[in-house]
T-cell receptor, first 116, second 114 residues
Framework: DTEVTQTPKHLVMGMTNKKSLKCEQH?????MYWYKQKAKKPPELMFV???????INESVPSRFSPECPNSSLLNLHLHALQPEDSALYLC???????????????FGEGSRLTVL | AQSVTQLGSHVSVSEGALVLLRCNYS??????LFWYVQYPNKGLQLLLK??????LVKGINGFEAEFKKSETSFHLTKPSAHMSDAAEYFC????????????FGKGTKLSVKP
């Protein structure tokens, strides 16, 4: 069983809806990530939080809004999405992002998003 | 800048045959390298990782990979394929240091024929 839990597993939303994806980990990791994965493609990095602060935003459109309420939780708020945003959204965590980190990521099972 | 290239987007083997999935990396510093597996509609699971401790790395489910600096390769192998090995496999390199996120290859889909 994965130690990174994502909810919901499936989400269908209209272009005018507001919804959120949630991610939780209890491994004591201080870095958390959002990746987007389209069918038959590798995951693409969206955001990185380190010690609850946003450290990387890979030029993601503002209709995606991340939030890290505490070191165990990561949210992705969705508003006014487009059909092309339909994808599998993966959350991941890792140990402290510092000089000693190997960068190994622990992934959740993902949230499958469909935008109508 | 780091990058990885996976040769072959689709590999098909017979059950019991050798599995060989190829990955070459480009890195200006000693890399951390990973192989992840993804089953349909699932997240990514770590198979094994190279972090400079040993060049031959053993992972889960009978997989192993050998780091070859002279060839800049980190190929994944398994002596005998099982039907349950059918999945997508991603090679990845870590930026490490202050930016602990992964750069993924394009993936190789492994099919196993009975």
């Amino acid at each position: 069983d994965t130690e990174v839990t994502q909810t919901p597993k499936h989400l269908v939303m209209g272009m005018t809806n507001k919804k959120s994806l949630k991610c939780e980990q209890h491994m004591g990791h201080r870095a958390m990530y959002w990746y987007k994965q389209k069918a038959k493609k590798p995951p693409e990095l969206m955001f990185v939080y380190s010690y609850e602060k946003l450290s990387i935003n890979e030029s993601v459109p503002s209709r995606f809004s991340p939030e890290c309420p505490n070191s165990s939780l990561l949210n992705l708020h969705l508003h006014a999405l487009q059909p092309e945003d339909s994808a599998l959204y993966l959350c991941a965590s890792s140990q402290e992002v510092n000089r000693g980190s190997t960068g190994e990521l622990f992934f959740g099972e993902g949230s499958r998003l469909t935008v109508l | 800048a780091q990058s990885v290239t996976q040769l072959g987007s689709h590999v098909s083997v017979s059950e019991g045959a050798l599995v060989l999935l190829r990955c070459n990396y480009s890195s200006s510093v000693p890399p951390y390298l990973f192989w992840y597996v993804q089953y349909p509609n699932k997240g990514l699971q770590l198979l094994l990782k190279y972090t400079s401790a040993a060049t031959l790395v053993k992972g889960i489910n009978g997989f192993e990979a050998e780091f070859k600096k002279s060839e800049t390769s980190f190929h994944l192998t398994k002596p005998s394929a099982h039907m349950s090995d059918a999945a997508e496999y991603f090679c990845a390199v870590s930026r490490g240091g202050s930016q602990g996120n992964l750069i993924f290859g394009k993936g190789t889909k492994l099919s196993v024929k009975p």
